[in-house]
């Protein structure tokens, strides 16, 4: 992609839009998408380049600072997020992607182990009141912004502790619930509270009641997707058949009882590898579509001596990650993909085995889940357990009899999704229970919109539109000379716990990066939050920019023949054209003798949109 210098209207910027620190100007979201890919692909939209940047130098507590501007997750994301900014991030063009999701771990380390405390802000509070229903990262988060803008949240959790499936899908090897409670810590530092072992509805309180006698201005509900799907086979019900979810929970508070020496976890998604991996190693002592393999790692600590994992999908079809996968498959669990349950085969009431069939495909011509199998291919696995891991749905029991907050067809809460709004007034909803299963990241999004709405229309301002601009600050950028042989700089990869000592212990098994690691693995960010600009009415065509250039960004051609090779003096109508995909930002240009070459960092901060003083100079 060719690029002289950004496509601004320069009528929009005004004195009102100009803060001291740069020039304020609006920005296609399309740029941002081509130019800054990681910020622009994080649902939450964290400022990746502006942290790694700040890791690189050192400044730990201001890249944590950074974080919690956009997400007040940092630390459960730098444990499991999906790395959604990892599969765009422009050094995985031409070598591996930078660490982000690790480097964010790594500072949430140094701060949580160094005891560093992050002072609240101070906040002038407001007399209207806002009620949460769960608290999961979407509810959270909407509680953290609308009471970083004065609101008073009140939080309502049916579980004895808050953190939704956070605490309970997801094992403590993974995540260690004292990291889901130091982010907690901070979102109530800010005055929220959350009044836990308090579910929503009858009987009891209901969303009526909050709005009408308790004087609430607006309901979020994210009490997220708390049903496993049943397989809806002959021998499903009874004792020995158990879901990952209930499986998982019954973990964490201690009372899993023995599920025999042979466990088959049905699904092959994220929490069915965590279901096995965990039956597993206690012997020898969340739906997302990811959500299956959890509960196979689960069960690999509780006792079974074979787990296996079966699943409808080839092993390369399967939707876990594949370090789920190779984790799982080195702690000793057997995968069996592209089998089909048909029964649960039981003994006087036990269970004693999994009846399954080869699978022909999974997916149809049109590419949609529609398994088919082979005939006559039945083989039956020995069992004493059978755990069911194939999808997770909310479960919207609690709203039956309320008519006026529609369900769509596959049962999750019907809502508007620019708004989030549902088709009760003054009610919203986000995350799981209104998408289905989704990844952390993403509900920590739907918090942040959410609040945004519900600001909205407690002041009585119409509801957020889709925006194809944004605002954006430029700043003279700092550039710091770049290491030699940067861009050879292999990608810094945690050391793990060796597999002999994960047995029988719930320890974490991604240890992490060392300080070391961290600061080498920020110096391969390519900074792709830096713009070069080049003024091109007054170059003097010198060429001197083409020829330092590493990448071939910068090329001099003829306006009347853009294919003509460099020269370094073409003539009168020559013109430097750079090219963004291929630039690194190395700053060589930058020396220009003309002094036409800028450099400047763009700085989106989309949670201003948060603030009321900056919506109202909008």
Same mark, same amino acid.
């Given at each position: 992609?060719?690029?002289?210098?950004?496509?601004?209207?320069?009528?929009?910027?005004?004195?009102?839009?100009?803060?001291?620190?740069?020039?304020?100007?609006?920005?296609?979201?399309?740029?941002?998408?081509?130019?800054?890919?990681?910020?622009?692909?994080?649902?939450?939209?964290?400022?990746?380049?502006?942290?790694?940047?700040?890791?690189?130098?050192?400044?730990?507590?201001?890249?944590?600072?950074?974080?919690?501007?956009?997400?007040?997750?940092?630390?459960?994301?730098?444990?499991?997020?999906?790395?959604?900014?990892?599969?765009?991030?422009?050094?995985?063009?031409?070598?591996?992607?930078?660490?982000?999701?690790?480097?964010?771990?790594?500072?949430?380390?140094?701060?949580?182990?160094?005891?560093?405390?992050?002072?609240?802000?101070?906040?002038?509070?407001?007399?209207?009141?806002?009620?949460?229903?769960?608290?999961?990262?979407?509810?959270?988060?909407?509680?953290?912004?609308?009471?970083?803008?004065?609101?008073?949240?009140?939080?309502?959790?049916?579980?004895?502790?808050?953190?939704?499936?956070?605490?309970?899908?997801?094992?403590?090897?993974?995540?260690?619930?004292?990291?889901?409670?130091?982010?907690?810590?901070?979102?109530?530092?800010?005055?929220?509270?959350?009044?836990?072992?308090?579910?929503?509805?009858?009987?009891?309180?209901?969303?009526?009641?909050?709005?009408?006698?308790?004087?609430?201005?607006?309901?979020?509900?994210?009490?997220?997707?708390?049903?496993?799907?049943?397989?809806?086979?002959?021998?499903?019900?009874?004792?020995?058949?158990?879901?990952?979810?209930?499986?998982?929970?019954?973990?964490?508070?201690?009372?899993?009882?023995?599920?025999?020496?042979?466990?088959?976890?049905?699904?092959?998604?994220?929490?069915?590898?965590?279901?096995?991996?965990?039956?597993?190693?206690?012997?020898?002592? /969340?739906?997302? *579509?990811?959500? !299956?393999?959890?509960? %196979?790692?689960?069960?690999?600590?509780? @006792? +079974?001596? &074979?787990?296996?994992? /079966?699943?409808? *999908?080839?092993? !390369?079809?399967?939707? %876990?990650?594949?370090?789920?996968?190779? @984790? +799982?498959? &080195?702690?000793?669990?057997?995968?069996?993909?592209?089998?089909?349950?048909?029964?649960?085969?039981?003994?006087?009431?036990?269970?004693?085995?999994?009846?399954?069939?080869?699978?022909?495909?999974?997916?149809?011509?049109?590419?949609?889940?529609?398994?088919?199998?082979?005939?006559?291919?039945?083989?039956?696995?020995?069992?004493?357990?059978?755990?069911?891991?194939?999808?997770?749905?909310?479960?919207?029991?609690?709203?039956?009899?309320?008519?006026?907050?529609?369900?769509?067809?596959?049962?999750?809460?019907?809502?508007?999704?620019?708004?989030?709004?549902?088709?009760?007034?003054?009610?919203?909803?986000?995350?799981?229970?209104?998408?289905?299963?989704?990844?952390?990241?993403?509900?920590?999004?739907?918090?942040?919109?959410?609040?945004?709405?519900?600001?909205?229309?407690?002041?009585?301002?119409?509801?957020?539109?889709?925006?194809?601009?944004?605002?954006?600050?430029?700043?003279?950028?700092?550039?710091?000379?770049?290491?030699?042989?940067?861009?050879?700089?292999?990608?810094?990869?945690?050391?793990?716990?060796?597999?002999?000592?994960?047995?029988?212990?719930?320890?974490?098994?991604?240890?992490?990066?060392?300080?070391?690691?961290?600061?080498?693995?920020?110096?391969?960010?390519l900074k792709c939050d830096l713009s070069i600009e080049v003024g091109t009415n007054d170059c003097v065509l010198c060429g001197r920019c083409s020829m330092v250039c590493p990448a071939g960004a910068l090329r001099m051609v003829d306006t009347a023949d853009e294919s003509r090779k460099y020269q370094p003096s073409i003539s009168e109508d020559g013109i430097v054209i750079k090219y963004t995909d291929k630039c690194i930002r190395c700053g060589n240009c930058k020396d220009c003798p003309a002094h036409v070459i800028t450099m400047k960092r763009v700085l989106w901060k989309p949670d201003e949109e948060l603030n009321e003083t900056l919506e109202e100079s909008e």
């Amino acid at each position: 992609m060719a690029d002289i210098s950004f496509t601004t209207d320069s009528e929009a910027t005004n004195q009102a839009t100009i803060p001291k620190q740069g020039k304020r100007i609006p920005l296609d979201l399309d740029w941002l998408q081509q130019n800054i890919r990681c910020q622009h692909t994080c649902p939450a939209h964290m400022d990746v380049p502006g942290y790694i940047r700040l890791i690189g130098q050192g400044k730990y507590l201001e890249s944590y600072k950074l974080m919690l501007e956009t997400n007040p997750f940092p630390a459960v994301c730098g444990y499991i997020c999906a790395r959604p900014c990892e599969t765009k991030c422009k050094r995985g063009d031409f070598d591996k992607p930078v660490s982000i999701d690790a480097l964010k771990r790594f500072v949430t380390d140094y701060i949580y182990k160094n005891k560093i405390t992050i002072p609240p802000p101070k906040i002038i509070q407001r007399e209207e009141k806002v009620a949460i229903i769960g608290s999961g990262p979407a509810g959270l988060t909407a509680a953290n912004s609308l009471a970083g803008m004065g609101y008073r949240v009140t939080v309502f959790e049916k579980e004895s502790v808050p953190g939704g499936m956070l605490m309970w899908a997801i094992p403590s090897y993974r995540l260690p619930r004292e990291q889901i409670m130091f982010d907690i810590s901070h979102i109530q530092a800010r005055g929220v509270e959350i009044k836990t072992n308090t579910p929503i509805g009858s009987p009891g309180k209901t969303i009526s009641g909050l709005l009408e006698e308790e004087g609430y201005k607006a309901v979020f509900i994210a009490a997220g997707a708390q049903k496993v799907r049943a397989l809806g086979i002959p021998g499903e019900e009874g004792d020995g058949v158990m879901d990952c979810l209930e499986f998982l929970k019954n973990v964490s508070l201690g009372v899993m009882r023995s599920m025999g020496k042979k466990v088959i976890v049905v699904g092959g998604g994220n929490v069915a590898m965590d279901t096995a991996r965990t039956a597993m190693r206690f012997t020898q002592n /969340v739906g997302y *579509e990811h959500a !299956e393999m959890d509960a %196979a790692r689960m069960a690999i600590r509780l @006792g +079974a001596q &074979e787990v296996h994992v /079966v699943c409808l *999908e080839s092993k !390369e079809e399967m939707p %876990a990650w594949e370090h789920e996968i190779v @984790g +799982a498959e &080195e702690e000793g669990i057997i995968l069996n993909p592209s089998k089909g349950p048909k029964s649960i085969i039981r003994e006087n009431n036990k269970v004693v085995g999994l009846e399954t069939l080869n699978v022909k495909s999974v997916f149809d011509s049109d590419g949609k889940f529609n398994p088919t199998f082979i005939e006559n291919s039945e083989n039956i696995m020995p069992a004493d357990t059978v755990i069911l891991a194939v999808g997770q749905t909310p479960d919207v029991s609690w709203l039956e009899g309320r008519p006026e907050i529609e369900l769509s067809p596959r049962g999750t809460i019907k809502i508007d999704n620019e708004t989030l709004a549902t088709t009760r007034p003054g009610v919203f909803a986000g995350g799981d229970v209104a998408y289905g299963p989704r990844i952390v990241i993403e509900a920590v999004a739907d918090g942040k919109k959410a609040a945004t709405s519900i600001d909205r229309y407690i002041r009585g301002k119409s509801l957020p539109e889709p925006k194809k601009k944004v605002w954006v600050t430029l700043t003279d950028s700092e550039l710091n000379a770049r290491e030699g042989d940067y861009d050879a700089v292999p990608r810094q990869e945690m050391h793990m716990l060796p597999i002999e000592n994960r047995q029988g212990t719930f320890n974490i098994v991604e240890l992490g990066l060392s300080e070391s690691q961290a600061k080498i693995e920020a110096s391969r960010c390519l900074k792709c939050d830096l713009s070069i600009e080049v003024g091109t009415n007054d170059c003097v065509l010198c060429g001197r920019c083409s020829m330092v250039c590493p990448a071939g960004a910068l090329r001099m051609v003829d306006t009347a023949d853009e294919s003509r090779k460099y020269q370094p003096s073409i003539s009168e109508d020559g013109i430097v054209i750079k090219y963004t995909d291929k630039c690194i930002r190395c700053g060589n240009c930058k020396d220009c003798p003309a002094h036409v070459i800028t450099m400047k960092r763009v700085l989106w901060k989309p949670d201003e949109e948060l603030n009321e003083t900056l919506e109202e100079s909008e």
